[in-house]
């Protein structure tokens, strides 16, 4: 994505709403333009920024990532790889936990394992162990991290 035109077309609707006036008006709105220039593309990415964080947190694996090159900004969808360790002699051990769901998602969750292929035990260790997996490599929640980079 190219921000200048969309920093460019602002100016130019500055610069047009100007031309109403006299010239002092115009005058001040050439200034402003300038200001303007620096702070809606600043502005932008800020937004950019906020929708790769609303989708990142929508999604079911993955995340959205803001990456500049120059000053041109792109939405990068960046797979998350799950990081399968070995076993320890603790996770051979079979735990038995009781869990109370509501109808409708105990039915949703038979549907998804239907759908993969597994049992819905199969399914639900694996759900969850993408869930601890993924919280314990971000270290918060998956709405609040910024990750990319950049390059000036």
């Known amino acids: 994505m190219q921000m200048a035109s969309f920093v460019e077309a602002l100016q130019s609707d500055l610069e047009q709403i100007a031309a109403v006036g006299d010239d002092a008006v115009s005058a001040a709105a050439q200034r402003l333009a300038g200001a303007l220039k620096a702070s809606a593309g600043l502005r932008l990415l800020d937004a950019l920024t906020e929708v790769a964080l609303e989708l990142s947190g929508r999604l079911p694996e993955g995340h959205v990532e803001v990456r500049l090159a120059g000053q041109d900004p792109s939405l990068v969808y960046v797979e998350d790889t799950p990081q399968q360790a070995a076993p320890s002699a603790e996770d051979a051990l079979s735990v038995r936990i009781t869990l109370r769901l509501p109808e409708s998602l105990k039915t949703a969750v038979e549907s998804a394992a239907a759908r993969d292929g597994v049992s819905v035990n199969t399914w639900l260790v694996r759900a969850l162990a993408r869930a601890v997996s993924g919280w ?17």
Not at 136 to 152: E, T
């Open 136 to 152: 314990a490599s971000r270290g918060s929640r998956p709405g609040n991290r910024l990750q990319g980079y950049a390059r000036s």
